[in-house]
Structures are given as structure tokens and as C-alpha cells.
């Protein structure tokens, strides 16, 4: 069976990304693509790198539009998500890669976002390890709604989740430092994304815990240990287009060796095609993952300061989003995991 | 008076910035450079920018050739230095831009560079606070010998120095990440410093307290606060050639507020030339600083995560080392601090 | 039926693509990589993005190891592949990303490589247009040797010779000048290629007639309109990993209008699925070609200057080199000639 | 005597590095710096990198404000700078670094530009070689007003006038090819010029003889020669944020031989300050020249192709605008005309 797929906000990085992966999917048709400012222009006028879809024409969008289709990927502004899906029906797979559905408390919501919560939807990151000794991949089958995860919070959920689900570290006092690439930021005009100012610099964003993918990582890694978490969480943009790499530590639980700190890795991502935990003494790069669905982690023991130290790599656009929304989809329909993903990076 | 001028290891990088600076410095002239591999060689076939140089030749890197000049830069690889600037005698002022004469821990030179110890210099840091009360300063005037820091170790010191002096931040458990520029590992030719493997990707070395900046990080850290101090430190590689952001974090005191933190670091830099504390709200990028012998730092306090964020951008050759070493210079002889040093950018 | 397959020069960068792109192709298996000085190693300590490959180690490149597989890529310094072709036999398909065999002329080559010549083989660029009318696909129906084209020389023949051919613009005077990456000069140590030296900067190499692929552009165009030709060829390294964006011009022929100009173009490529001429007044980026095997070409009639100027985007790595050599190979074998190659870019 | 100086237009690049240079030179003291929607904030608010501009406010760009000084730089959009002048009086030397005063032919303005013309002023590239054997400088001494250079206009001009004026190149069929970094479109917020878009890519733009910089170019070099001028010029906008090299290409005249070439650009660059041709077989990288007011050429005569290429690096914003601002500035008021400008390039 060859399933019927619309993708609305196609305009943006993120729909992009989902329409390059999906033309690589044995089991996906892309029938309908939609946007806002550009409805009505050809799709590769707007992406000219997405070749395979010449002729196809951006829709407006709208519930019409987007109703009837097996499966429909949103990746729309926040606030965008929530009113469309209640049309869309439960008979469409609805796959969200925006904020909207993602964040369970709807206190830690509107503390972050100032506007009204829209409730939270099943949660795009199978690795994920829970406190139930389960991972996040059972909660997803069979279902109906997918929130992907924000790209940064994959990163450093990944690094870091293992470790408290072990308890081998400590879960309060984490500090996450990301260089991430723009392209994160979205496809938005604003000075300090342009080139001039990027190229060659570096600057730090959302600084002193105000970032919107706190109370997220929080939700996260207070669901892989049972405890209250705390994170310092400061993203980096440097000059490259895509891509994270998250230094996340954490406080080393005393008398834990290192051997078992890093069994606790080991255990978690043994049996993962998507994740995977480096050699002692290897650390990944940025561009092994681009393009890929793939998130790479290296670990060290830092005895004198205590502290573990986890340096995870992901491509924001694939595992840190459009990788996630399709291998989501594969286990939400049944499919195959890993079906139309490849875990190769474009490097150098 | 003019000084006569000779750099030692002038074909790298810290070598080459060194005479950028010194060009534009009106009390001194080069008379000399040298160099290993590319003696006999015109300076500008290995520095093409250097164009006020033509003409100039590089000789050998021997004390006879560098002996009786006023000043002597050093930009040598480490355990180079000591030996040669034995033979120099007092009379000139040498300056060690490399890492031989900057700790005073004889054990932790050992422990880290895994060779004997020199000794120490008195060292180059003039901005650093000190548990006294006093500045570093205050210990270069009129010295006739100068440990240039280490790059890193100025932005994470000069970022977290004021809050440990004030006692508004816990010395233990810091943790810094930084990005940083290829440039800081100078000419080698090693594959992961390529342009094809660090284009569009970044990558994280010296991870779990391995870095030999740490231990002097330590000591500045010590030093300002007279209490023992743990960090956990991670050098990111990023594609930007030249120049460091640091995101260096520390716990924060029980009952301080915000107010005292700001307090503590427009105490220490209301009156510095080279180091600005940004107004509330406002980080610093990494271009600001290229070319310049600035420090620019953010500050934020994060309640939820009981942590100081501090964020501290400057170049790597500039106030990271050749700016950091003829600034130096110009408090040993006397002459005006800021004598020959912009203070700004090269931006965009 | 699935081909066995090995790659000898593995650990290379046009090897690590022949491989990322063969793990995608379902009709190849790779049984065998090799290399020199990395022999032994796991080829994920040398390409630590390839992680379909985890567990496979690099053997060494002898005559021995790479016979008795279907199709045998050689990735080696230029002046390795004849011997070791000889010695594999007629049985398998030996497919040579290097400069061996891709002249015809023993002067020409003689002239540029200083080196005896080792005669020439099928010439892997499948659509380049031929005085004949006919395309060079139909001479690799079958063959049992290919030589990959240099990237380059199928940026600036892609470009040219369509206009050659139909007549509308002169094969003599022609200027080209390419931004590329410098991931085409592989992973030489050279200062030239450190990552602190390219970024921020461009430059030019091989200027005034002397880069090696000067006679392959020649060869290449004068078979397209069978009559002499004359390029002036400058290629300039700029700071991005991969890809190529060729700005190749030439006089326009007397008397003939834009619209002949046009249509010469679009005949030749009208039915190519890895070559596109973009529409009037669109000119592409290389970022839409990364990853892919896809050459993309714009087209302007400057009037003033009497010159025709096509600007031709694709990455080196792909339909500049390991894409056309899979192309080729699938031609040369029967099978569907895009199976296993994508035309989508990974962009942004 | 320090002269008093304005920068109206002072919010955008071409603004930021005229008082970054002025922030350098002695004579100059600036007193009031002007902006449109920036007015009322702090300088440093907008330029973050020009630190020794701390406590200045941006003003309305008014003739009030700007009347009075004895210089006044415009950086401003095409179109705004003839009336504004008009009003500023002849006490003034102003100093147009917009393209308003650029052309002598009203037609050529007319039809690049679209809209009135508003005469020419003395024209601020002092290198430039003249038919009559002086050059531009000349034509600067005491002027009260100055139109700066199109920044790739000075690259191709200062490549091609030496061959012209001497008679070793053809006039016409020049072929120009520039790799030019983003900050020369402005701070405009254009997609195409978002870092996303252009790391790790290039692309091309004004194709086919569009691009306004074509008149001036040609003006430049039939004042060189006094023959009628042909060029096809093509920038290529790559991932730097600063610099242009240019690759501009001439038809040998026949019977030259490659000595009679390089005399001519010997002979007229052996005593400018700024302006070096590189020996023979050297090639300059754009790096050289960052931050510095210095073009640096390399020559190569390729006898097979019978053109003769010349590269030419420079900082767009230095030597291409705020550097040739200040230069002319020198020589129109009478002031050594290195005065404040320095040669040597940041880099790495």
C-alpha cells in the first residue's frame, strides 16, 4: 500500500527537509504541498533543490486542502496546529513538526509561550528512554497525532536521558552548551541571520534559561528519571547551515565508576538503528550526521570535575526533525522503522 | 624611544599577529624575525597579508640572532622557550606566547604536558582580579620576562574571575563550552583542521579534562577567589578561523541576587579598556572582537537552573595572545596600556 | 541479480562518496574497500559518516583482494589504476574515478602529467553531445572499463557543449571560471587546504593554463562541434566543503538570436533526468545540487558583450565524480541508468 | 589641524567601516554619525564591533545635521545623495560612497539605473591609469567633492587598465569572474543572502551584463585606453563575508610577449602604496587583504588560450569603499595619502 501524504507550511526549511525525505519513501506519495506567502508558485521556485518535485504547484493552506490524504505533515508556524488538526479528522495520520502538541504542562506552555495550550499529542522520539524502563517508540504505535521534537531538545535529550534513567548522574544541575547551524532558526529575515553577520562569527541565543526548548528537555529527562530536573541550556548559532552539536554534562552520582557510566549508554542505544554511542575516546562531528537520520554521541568521565560530559551530533533538519516526523510515521503506521531513511552523513 | 623588536617563530600564526600588531604600534621596530622550516624565506611567501614586511627575510631561530634586542617575542611550540631565553640574558624583555612559563604548579605542568617543568613568568592576564583585591596588573610592571595565557583560558577567566573574587558564584563545578576558531591550533597539518572536514561542521577535542588549558584556568580561577576550583571544560571546534565565544556557567551563590551578580563584574571592568561588560540582555558575537583586542561579555542569571551564564567573545591571536602580549609589553616598559591596540571589530 | 562490488582508494573522499552512494543503490553490494596507509583500519575510523558500513575494514589495495568482483571503482593518486585494471581481467567492470584514462591524446597527456601515458577508456560522462548528433551514453553500453570524467571538465563541458554543437557559439576564446570546494583537491595535507587558511577567503590555482583538466575540457568540447578549441580556465577555491558553480562563456556566434542560443540547450537536455536547463533569468546555487547527481544550468545572452555565459551548479563529489561513475556503471551494465542516484540537493 | 567629520548613512556596512578606518586616523575627528530608521539609538547598538564609538548617538540623516563639518561621508541608497549634497554647500568636501556621482553618461546612468541622472564628481580611484599617462590621482587635489568606486568596479579595474593603457590586451572581449562576499549587497534582508542560504553554497548573480557595475567598469577602462570597451562580468556571491576576487581575462594582442605584459602592470603599480602586482607565479588570496586597503594582483599569460588572466583580491569594504573613501579624502585635502590606512590584512 502506497499511503497519500500532503505537507502543509512547504515552504519552510522544515517542509523541505520533509519533501526530500519523503521522495526517497517507498511508501509515501506526495499528492499536495501548501504555504502561505508563496501558494500558488511552483514548488521548486521556492526550494530549487527539491528537483524530483517539478511541476508540483504550492496550494493554499487550508483544511480542504489538506483533508482526505493518509497522512499530513505540518510544519507551520506555532499557534498554527492546533485548529487545522481538529478538521483534518482522525482518519488522517497528523504529524506536527512545530512546538504546538509537544509540551505536556500547559503551565510550562504558556510560561514559555504566552499564548493559550493546545494539549499535547504522542511524542515524536522512540529512543527515548522512560523511567518505565519502556522507550518513547511503544507509545506511538497505532496512533493518530505525532508532535515531533524541537531540534535542540532531541540533542540533549539523547546525550543525557541514558544517564538519569541509570542514575549515574545527577538529574538537577545539568548544563547544555549547542553550536547549531541557522537553518534551525527557520527561513526568517532578520539581520542576524544573514550571512555578512554569521560568516566567520559566533553568538549565543535565548542566554539565561529562556529558550523555549527548556521546559521540553525538562519534560524529557524528568520522564527518563521519575525526578526533578534543573538544565542550564545555552544554543550557540555558528557558521554553518545545519546541525547541532550539544556538550551536555551532568553531575557525576558519587561512587559511580566509569565503566558504569558508560554502560548505561551502552545499554540504552544497543539495539538502535538511528543512535549511536561512539568508542571511549571518540567524539562525532557535525557532518557525519548531515543529511542523515542519524545522532551520534560521544562520553567522558571528567573525575576531577565530576562531571560526565556528553557531545551529541544530529542534523536539526533530519533526526532533529524531518527524520524524526517520517521514522514517527513508520512506527505509527507499522511500517518498518527505518523505511526510507538513510543513516549515511553527506561529508565532508 | 623607540624599542628594537625581535619575534622568534614568526612563520605560524601567533607569530604572524604579533608583527600585524606591532606594524601599527608607533614605539616599536622590528628588526628581526625567525623562524624553523621556512628560514631563509621572504616573511611575506609565508604571510601574504603581512604586506608593511616585504623585503624582510626570515632567519634562524638561534640566540645569537635574537640577543640585543629590547623586546623578544617567543611564538614557539611548547618546551622551546625556556632554554633560549636563558641565553637572551636580562636585559631583554622576553615574551612567551607559548604555554612554558605559565604555570606555576611544577605537578601540573607534569600531569598535563608530560615533560619538565621551566618555572614561571610573571603573567600576561593585566584585567585578571586577584583574591587581594588587587589586579594581575600590578604584577607586570617593569618585568623583563611575560607569560603570554592561553587563549581559552583568557575568555573563561576573564568571563568568570569577577564573580568568584566577589564570592557571588561557587568556585567548584564550573563549566565552560566554547567555540572556537581553527586558528588556536596554528599551521599544523592535521586532517581534522582541513577546510573539507571543519566546512559546514563542528567537532568537540580535548573532552573530560583532558585540555592542557585546564589547569591554567585553575590557577587564574584559584587565584581570584583563594579558594579551590573544579571546571568542566569543552573546546568546540567551528568553522569561523579565528576567534572564541565561551559559555562559561558557575552555580550560583544561595541568596545572592541578580543585582549582586551584575554588580560584581561592572566592579571588576568599569575602568578596563579591553574589557566590556554588555549592558543586561545583550551577548556578544564573535565578530565584534576580530582584528581587536577585546573582551566583550554577556551575563545572565538563570533562577531555574541556579546558575551564572556568562558569555565571553574575543580573538583567539588577538587579545588571546599577540594583543594580550604587546599590551603586556607596554605595562612592563611603561608606556600607555593601550599604545598601538584597536579596540574595534573587524565586522561583518 | 546484485553485483559484487569493491572500491579500492576507499579512504579517500571520492571513495567515501562512491561508497555512501553504493549503500543506497539496490543492486550493488560491497563486498571489499581498500586503501594504503589506512589498511587495516575499520573504514568508520576513516569515514565516520558512513555508518552503514560499521564493521567493515579497509584491506589493502593488491591485485589479489580487489579480483573476482563484478565492479571494482578505483579511487587512486593519479598513475595507479592502469597496472592494477590489467591485472583484474576482462570479467569485471573496472569503473576509474582518476585521471589514468581519460585522455585520448598521449601528447596531451604526456604535456600535463609529465608521465608516460596509460591510453584511454569509455569516458563516463554520459550526456555530453557529440559532433555526431549522438550522446556518449551509447558508447558505454556494455563496456567493461569506464574513466570518470574529472569535476571540473563536466561542470565547463555540460555548460558549453550544447552551444558547440548546434553552432551559436565559438568554440575558440572560451572563458571559464569555477568557485569550488575544496574537497576536489581530497585530503592532502597542504597549508593551502587548512581550514584557517580557506575560511573567509577564496583563491585562485592553476591559472594561466596549466590545471590538468585544461585538455580534458579541450578534448571533451572539440568532440562535441568537431572543431578546434581554445579555453582559458581559472578555478577558484572558495569556502564551502563541496560543489562547483562553473561560469563558462564564449563569443556568441554572428548573427544568431537568444531564442537559437535557448533552444540549443534545451534540445540537448530536454530529456536528461541529471541534467537541467532552469528557465529564462534563473542562474542555480550549488547548495541545490549537494548530495545529488545533478547538474543544473542557467543561461544568459549578454548582447553587449557579445558572449554567451552559462553558469553550471553540481557537487564535485557526486555528479562530478562518484555519481557519474555510478551512472556509467549502470548504463555500462543495463541496468536503469538513475537507480540508486537522487536528483534531490540536500539544502539549505 | 583635525578635520570634523560626518557619516550620514552610518547604520549599514559601507557606514561601519568608514568610522571604523576614521576611529584609526589621526586628522579626522568624528562628530556626528546619521541614520534613517536607526536614528536615536546607540551606534554600538547597531554596529556592536565599534567599541571606541561607545555613548554616540545616530541622528536624522538631515542637511541641518550634516552642515558644518568639513567632511561628510554619504553612505546612503542610490538616489539620496545629490540633493542632500546640494544643500551641504562647497565648505564641505563630501564624499559619495553610493553610486549617485559614479557615471559621466547620463544614458549609461539612464538605462542602468532607471531614474535621473545626477551628474558625475571627481572619481575616487587614484591608482587608475589614464590614456593620457597621468592617473586619477591627479584629478583629486582639492576637490570638494568625491564619488567612491563600485567595489567590483575597482577589482576589474584595477586588474585590466595597466594591459589597456600600455596596449598588450584587446579592449574589447574582456571577460570578468568575481567570487564577492555578501556584505557588499548591504545589510538588506534578502533570502538569497540569509547565511542559511549561502554556507556551504554559491551562486550567481546580475548575470549577462546586467549588473550595474557594467558602466562604470567600462568607463574606467576606455578612459584607460581611450578605445571603445567590451565585458562580460559576472559576480558569484560565495560563502565569505567579506572580500572579491576577481579573475578578469583579456585577448593578448598579438606579438606581445608575456615580459612586455608584465612591464605594463610593473610600470604601473611599481610605486603605489596600495596597489602590488605579486611576483610571478604568485596569486593573491582574499584573506590578504581583509580589513586592509590593499589590492593585490597576480598575472599569467596563458598562450594557448591567447588571453591574459589577471586576479585581483581586495576588501570590498576597505579598498572597494571606506578605504578609498579615506584615501582620496587624504589627497583631496592635501594629506599624506596613506594617512590612517593600513596594508596588512587580518588573517588567518
Redesign the interface.
Known sequence: MVYSVAVAGASG?AG?EVL?LL??HPEFEVRTVTAHANAGQQLTAV???????RGMVLQETTPEVLKGHDVVFLALPHGKSGALADELGDASLVVDCGADHRLVSASAWETFYKSEHHGSWPYGLPELVLASGAKQRENLVGVNRIAVPGCNVTAVSLGLAPGIRAGVIQPT?L?A?L?V???GAG?T???D?????????????G???THRH?PEIVQNLTGAGGEAV?????P?L??????I?A?S?A?LQPGVSAADVRSAWELAYADEPFV?LLPEGS??????????N?A?I?L????????V?T?T?LDNLVKGTAGAAIQSTNIALGLPEQLGL???????
Chains 1, 2, 3, 4 share one sequence.
Do not use: N
Open positions: 526549511y523541505g526530500r521522495s526517497a526550494h530549487s533543490h527539491l528537483r524530483s518535485y544541575d548544563v552548551v553550536a547551524g541557522p537553518s527561513k529575515l532578520r539581520t541571520l544573514l550571512a555578512s553577520e554569521l560568516l566567520g562569527s559566533a553568538h549565543a541565543y542566554v539565561g534559561g527548556v534543573t538544565v542550564s541550556f545555552t550557540v555558528v557558521p554553518m547551515a545545519r546541525g552539536l556538550t554534562t553531575r549511536e567524539f562525532p562531528a557535525v557532518s557525519d550526521t548531515i543529511g542523515a542519524t551520534l560521544g567522558a568521565v571528567d573525575e576531577a570535575a565530576e562531571r560530559v557531545v551530533a538513510s543513516i549515511d552523513g553527506v561529508a565532508p
